[in-house]
């Protein structure tokens, strides 16, 4: 078990102090998302010196808005990527095993209504098993009708033949991020939000650094790096068009989720639809004690910061869960609405729109100026893609060698726990993992604000956790925000008090309030 050791300060002054106009890094990372987060984390175990820049928030974009599913991509395996699902399955295994408090196994059924269903989509799943190997969660089994209603008590049950019973995994992706950048501070990374790349620096029309902004104060910094990674997501084609690259390399695909009450589907067990009567998935997800409903798959041609969900993927998801679920959800029963952007690789132009046959799998390419981009790829195996990454690096002298990776076997902060509880539960005390005792030293430790927030959480947050706004601490510390939007929305004003007693920064509340709006009210126009 890892050692219970006090959490590292994150005060942005000292952070900030960190930032030596004289220093040259060894890698400088913008973006910190899933994929910045993990090349930094790998790069600052191997002992390189490493700054990560992050122009908002860690997690703000894509990588707050998933499905929360740790999976190999049972829809990659109908595609016949194997490649990819065995990578997937194999990470799975590593993230579950050095992050047990916020990524755990979980139960799917895929029901079957046709009497052919049973069969079809069994014998894939068994396949999924023998790519997982020795990594597998659990063996699938064919379930009676009985035995499905058992795991599903809410599904429709006319015509129900039976289903289908596999194992995948489940995460809270933005805890995760912010295990994966306070374990890169633990490792001598220098980790700051809130610091915006504007522009790259060159030497001899060579990258050499950064010239950042911080988007609090206006302060302007510049960073030496002798390696510079563009890890900025479905934004990746902004820097490289300042470094003279400008055909755009990612088609943005966006993908909606819902938020219900748990009642709609009570249990520990998912529902997986493998196949919508437009050839989607569906799933049906038990989360921090409510329901995920998503998710979608449709082009955007735009990158908005906060996208909004079209008409037709509302009403998509459901009249889908309707055929599915005995009492199907109203639009007046959904507590948030969330849309995030896939950074999927461009196709030839000449393949048209279709965004669910576009490949996950990542690609790391590096310019004739030395400015190495990443882009695609998904949680799952952020992990693989930050070696790739660095492996990269080294094949083309941006960096030196220096050993193998050392994140398959380096627990997250919050490891440790005696007992993890089930991610379906309610948020609690219990998601700080091993640092739960600390966390009960803080100020406000038996002060509710909501059932699942108290005070010492904010101020946690403030203190070891990089939270500046109200929005940092209710969608991506707590995740208040994805789960009920108006309760968010009530609690901000008691939360700004806190973090501004912290941290001295304006939180922001007015801004806070106005998006939790825009989370609740667009599914009910």
């Not at 973006?31 to 990560?52: E, F, S």
């Amino acid at each position: 078990m890892p050692p219970k050791a006090q959490p590292l300060l994150t005060r942005r002054e000292d952070l900030l102090a960190r930032l030596d106009p004289g220093e040259v890094y060894d890698l400088a990372i913008v973006g910190g998302g899933a994929t910045g987060l993990g090349v930094a984390l790998d790069a600052a175990a191997r002992g390189l010196k490493v700054v990560l820049v992050e122009a908002n928030d860690f997690a703000k974009g894509t990588s707050s808005r998933s499905t929360k599913l740790v999976h190999g991509g049972v829809r990659y395996l109908a595609q016949g990527n194997f490649a990819l699902v065995r990578e997937a399955l194999h990470e799975r295994s590593t993230l579950l095993r050095n992050a047990p408090h916020i990524a755990q196994p979980l139960s799917f059924v895929v029901p079957a209504y046709k009497w052919w269903e049973t069969a079809f989509y069994g014998i894939g799943l068994k396949m999924y098993d023998a790519l997982a190997g020795a990594s597998g969660l659990g063996p699938t089994h064919f379930l009676s009708r009985q035995a499905t209603l058992a795991c599903l008590p809410t599904v429709q049950s006319a015509h129900l033949r039976g289903g289908v019973q596999y194992w995948d995994g489940q995460f809270n992706d933005t805890k995760l991020a912010l295990a994966l950048a306070r374990t890169a501070a633990v490792q001598g990374a220098l980790m700051l939000n809130y610091m915006e790349a504007t522009r790259l620096q060159y030497n001899e029309a060579k990258v050499s650094g950064l010239f950042c902004k911080d988007v609090l104060t206006g302060q302007a910094y510049a960073i030496g790096a002798r390696c510079v990674v563009n890890a900025t997501g479905v934004w990746v084609d902004a820097l490289r068009e300042q470094d003279g690259s400008p055909e755009p390399m990612v088609a943005p695909s966006q993908g909606v989720h819902m938020v219900v009450d748990a009642q709609f589907l009570p249990g520990n067990t998912a529902l997986m639809i493998p196949k919508t009567a437009d050839g989607r998935v569906l799933f049906a997800v038990p989360w921090l004690g409510k329901l995920i409903l998503g998710t979608t798959d449709t082009p955007r041609h735009d990158l908005a910061a906060e996208p909004l969900a079209f008409e037709d993927e509302i009403d998509f998801i459901l009249s889908e869960t309707a055929r599915y679920l005995r009492t199907a959800p109203q639009r007046s029963d959904v507590k948030s609405i969330w849309v995030g952007l896939r950074p999927l690789v461009k196709p030839p132009k000449n393949e048209g729109d279709k965004t669910q046959a576009l490949s996950r799998e990542h690609t790391v390419l590096v310019s004739r100026s030395g400015l190495v981009t990443v882009t695609g790829g998904k949680w799952t195996t952020y992990r693989a893609m930050a070696e790739d990454v660095l492996q990269k690096c080294v094949d083309t002298a941006l960096l030196p060698a220096r050993g193998p990776a050392r994140t398959a076997d380096l627990p997250l902060v919050g490891s440790g726990a005696s007992q993890a509880v089930s991610i379906s539960e309610p948020e609690g005390v219990h998601g700080y993992g091993s640092e739960q005792d600390w966390l009960a030293q803080l100020p406000g430790a038996n002060h509710w604000l909501t059932p699942s927030l108290s005070e010492a959480m904010v101020r946690f947050a403030a203190r070891f956790e990089y939270a500046v706004r109200v929005e940092d601490m209710l969608a991506r510390r707590s995740r208040l925000l994805f789960l009920d939007a108006c309760l968010a929305a009530q609690t901000a004003h008691a939360v700004g008090e806190i973090l501004q007693s912290e941290t001295g920064l304006d939180p922001d509340v007015a801004g806070f309030v106005k998006l939790a709006t825009q989370y609740r009210l667009h599914a009910q126009r």
